[in-house]
Nanobody, 121 residues
Framework: QVQLVESGGGLVQPGGSLRLSCAASGNIFSISAMTWYRQAPGKERELVAAITSGASTDYGDSVKGRFTISRDNVKNMVYLQMNSLKPEDTAVYYC???????????????WGQGTQVTVSS
């Protein structure tokens, strides 16, 4: 079917930067929205940033002005540039994509396995 694989997580000091990547592969005809979510321990999963196939973007209030989402429609990839990181950004970050596969008539949501981001001194 379709696989999403995130990369780029790690440990960073407060004020630092990280760039997350998510690669979609498999039976892909087109991808509409691609979204980053995150989930911190003991908290619900929350939307971080989303981008449409036409490059319209939306951000969670807590990351506006610090994070930037982008995508490469040829490579089926989405990126999240995270600047001015804070300890409260610590979470597992998940990639989500709405995919139309060949031979199907409706889009389906797929999730990656997540990548850990830890912001600590």
């Amino acid at each position: 079917q379709v696989q999403l694989v995130e990369s780029g997580g790690g440990l960073v000091q407060p004020g630092g930067s990280l760039r997350l990547s998510c690669a979609a592969s498999g039976n892909i005809f087109s991808i509409s929205a691609m979204t980053w979510y995150r989930q911190a321990p003991g908290k619900e999963r929350e939307l971080v940033a989303a981008i449409t196939s036409g490059a319209s973007t939306d951000y969670g209030d807590s990351v506006k002005g610090r994070f930037t989402i982008s995508r490469d429609n040829v490579k089926n990839m989405v990126y999240l540039q995270m600047n001015s990181l804070k300890p409260e950004d610590t979470a597992v970050y998940y990639c989500n994509a709405n995919v139309l596969s060949r031979g199907y008539s409706t889009y389906r949501a797929y999730w990656g396995q997540g990548t850990q981001v830890t912001v600590s001194s």
